[in-house]
Structures are given as C-alpha cells and as structure tokens.
Nanobody, 122 residues
Framework: QVQLVGSGGGLVQAGNSLTLSCTGS????????LGWFRQARGKDREFVGH????????TIADSVKGRFTLSRDNAKNTLYLQMRSLKFEDTARYYC???????????????WGQGTQVTVSS
C-alpha cells in the first residue's frame, strides 16, 4: 500500500518548538518534490512549504517564514518540518504531500499523509 505517514504532532506551549516527520511507505520520496500543508478547524487548507527533489528549491509561506524549516533525508525516506517559536495560530492539522507534476502551472499533489495534529496553547 502506497502512503505517506506523518508523525510528531502534539500539544505544545506557545514559543516552543516541534518537528514533524513524514515517511514514505511503499513510496520512494526521493522521486518526488514534497510539500507541507495545514488546515485549521473551520478554515481552508493552507500551503506551508515545498522542497524540490534535489533540495535546490525550498519555498516557505510568508506566514511561517523565519520560524519553519523544511528538510528531507532521502536516505531515510523522510520529510521534516521544523517549527520554532510556535504561535496559537499555528494550531492545525498538518499534512505532507508528494508532487506528481505541474498541471496548468500549478503543482499537483497526488499522495497525501493522514495528517498530524499540532495544538499550540497560548
């Protein structure tokens, strides 16, 4: 079964740090550009960041720039999201995704993790 498995979420106080992981199961992540998204309750899904296959391009959303860092370890088949100085508004379910291509100028993500919940207490 091909899937992405996210982990590392939890309850954390504002100002603290947390690192999320996303591992491929039946999916070789080195073959894909990867992204992180989040969705807070009652809100639309929001782009967090994207990292290319060869690490040459990393894009971070303005809302988390300077606090969140994307990285990947292809040898471990794992994607990471390091989050620092967490804020209450970072509370959301975080999803990793694998890009399969670009359609009409937009990235197409076809593989998604189940999500991991991050809750930041103020």
């Amino acid at each position: 079964q091909v899937q992405l498995v996210g982990s590392g979420g939890g309850l954390v106080q504002a100002g603290n740090s947390l690192t999320l992981s996303c591992t491929g199961s039946g999916l070789t992540l080195s073959n894909y550009a990867l992204g992180w998204f989040r969705q807070a309750r009652g809100k639309d899904r929001e782009f967090v960041g994207h990292i290319s296959r060869d690490f040459s391009l990393i894009t971070i959303a303005d809302s988390v720039k300077g606090r969140f860092t994307l990285s990947r370890d292809n040898a471990k088949n794992t994607l990471y999201l390091q989050m620092r100085s967490l804020k209450f508004e970072d509370t959301a379910r975080y999803y990793c995704a694998a890009e399969v291509g670009i359609v009409n100028g937009r990235r197409q993500y076809d593989y998604w993790g189940q999500g991991t919940q991050v809750t930041v207490s103020s």
